[in-house]
């Protein structure tokens, strides 16, 4: 019996799930989340979801992401917590989790079986191809919400198509989801084109920062430029792809300020250089092109070890 059929397997002998993702969520997490729930209910189950954090305002467009409920405990009501995109319980953030029956999907290359049944592929493009999956292997109907909630992850997390290894099958994943009723247009509307006022403040304040040094660059945000701009945590998504657009640059950093004197730290490629191995590095985690982690403050000191470790690979 291989992963998926395990997996299959345990869902199939439960009925009532608790569905959750890591802190933070990003689109893969919400959309994951969404259309797992959505399958699952059309088993005859019965799924709520449980997220620490709030859902990005990008994404609640996104089908039933009303139903999403924010708590940072659960109770003991549920046979099975399912959880997407995690390396262990802890960067859910929620509490009594572990006293229940852990089912573990991601795709990540820092992934750990931490769960009872964890089902890790590393050659997925996104959680979502592995939902998808499931509900292809449980005989499920993908319905136009299903497969707008995977189009929105699976857009989101490959990048809009431009992270490695995005390939043939990734595309052909996005074809059969439009298919199914996802449209490419308004996804891309809701994701791209809704960004609030305080987003767009906050990157002039980020780029303000831009430094660079050969094919390394990184802006920085502290909680003054947070706090002057309105700014929420989530409108700090996607600003560090402003600086990985330079010509000539390889590696990209986004430095913030956040509370306990630490400084979290996002980082993307264009592929040459593996950011996963150096997130892994300072016990983050994430894509080859697309990681974070969090490291000690100041910012001056976290940029200052950042950067001696993306030195030695641009070498």
Sequence with gaps: MDQLEQVLHHVEQRRKFVLTSHARPDGDAIGSLLALSGILQKMGKSA??????????????????????????????????????????????????????????????????????????????ATAEMIFRLAIAAGVQITPEIATCLYTAVLTDTGSFCYAPTNAHTFDLARRLVEHGADPARVAQNVYFSNPTSKMRLLGAALSTLHREGPITWMTVTREDMDRCGALEEDCEGLVNYALGIAGVEVAMFFREIADHRVRVSIRSKGAINVATVAEAFGGGGHECASGFSVEGPVSAAIDRVVVELRAKVA
Aim: glycine letters at 2%.
């Design 48 to 125: 709520e979801i449980v997220m620490s954090d709030y859902v990005p305002v990008i994404y609640k467009p996104l089908p039933f992401s009303d139903t999403i409920v924010h708590a940072l405990q659960v109770n003991g009501k549920y046979e099975a917590a399912i959880i997407l995109e995690c390396d262990s319980v802890q960067r859910t953030r929620i509490q009594g989790l572990e006293q229940h029956f852990l089912i573990n999907i991601d795709h990540h290359h820092s992934s750990k079986p931490f769960a009872n049944v964890n089902w890790i592929d590393t050659s997925a493009c």
